[in-house]
């Protein structure tokens, strides 16, 4: 399995209350990615990296930003949660030599109320 | 634009039936092609991939094969088992390195 981290992997916070999630890896990869996944719509990319500083937006990225100021780093940041970003969010990572085969973390339910 | 589209669960079967899950897709070029699955509580893992058309991809039992001139790459079992319950996704990666995922089927084996 791809050494690949997510913290925390459970939250309920409150409505307007900023909140950040983690993900960390230990393999070395250039590209990572977060997505959220919710019934009836698969999952959507919120945002990506391609690099160290390096992001880009995904389909879904209203009310969401990222940074990456490490390889092995990638966090996705809430300004201000609301209740339409309930959802269960997945990190992935992937490089282009794998012919972008992407391995993903384990999740985090993330619960506003 | 680029979209992957499958067909919606879920699908119940009985064990050792046979599995069928349909997957469609639309994009310039000629997208890699993946099949993740998802058991419960977990994250996705890759399953299956094809690169190029008329290749097949298989693992654990199940099949793909890119078709070009249908833009498909159905998912295929002969013989289910109850550890095959999951959710299993369709995707492509056309433009960039970003993959675009279907909207997952849900299975559900019974005994």
């Known amino acids: 399995d791809a050494g690949i981290t997510q913290s925390p992997r459970h939250k309920v916070t409150e409505t307007g209350t900023p909140v950040t999630l983690r993900c960390h890896q230990t393999e070395n990869h250039r590209y990572m990615y977060w997505y959220r996944q919710d019934p009836g719509h698969g999952l959507r990319l919120i945002h990506y990296s391609y690099g160290v500083k390096d992001t880009d937006k995904g389909e879904v990225s209203d009310g969401y930003s990222v940074s990456r100021s490490k390889t092995e780093d990638f966090l996705l940041t809430l300004e201000s949660a609301t209740s339409s970003q309930t959802s269960v969010y997945f990190c992935?990572?992937?490089?282009?030599?794998?012919?972008?085969?992407?391995?993903f973390g384990p999740g985090t339910r993330l619960t506003v109320l | 634009g680029n979209s992957v589209t499958q067909m919606e669960g879920p699908v119940t079967l009985s064990e050792e039936a046979f599995l069928t899950i349909n997957c469609t897709y639309t994009a310039t070029g000629y997208p890699s092609l993946f099949w993740y699955v998802q058991y419960p509580g977990e994250g996705l893992q890759l399953l299956l991939k094809a690169t190029k058309a008329d290749d097949k991809g298989s693992n654990k039992g199940f099949e793909a094969t890119y078709r070009k001139e249908t833009t498909s790459f159905h998912l295929e079992k002969g013989s289910v088992q109850v550890s095959d319950s999951a959710v299993y996704f369709c995707a492509h990666k056309a433009a960039g390195n970003k993959l675009t995922f279907g909207g997952g089927t849900r299975v559900l084996v019974k005994p």
């Open positions: 992935a990572i992937g490089d282009v030599s794998s012919y972008n085969e992407q391995f």
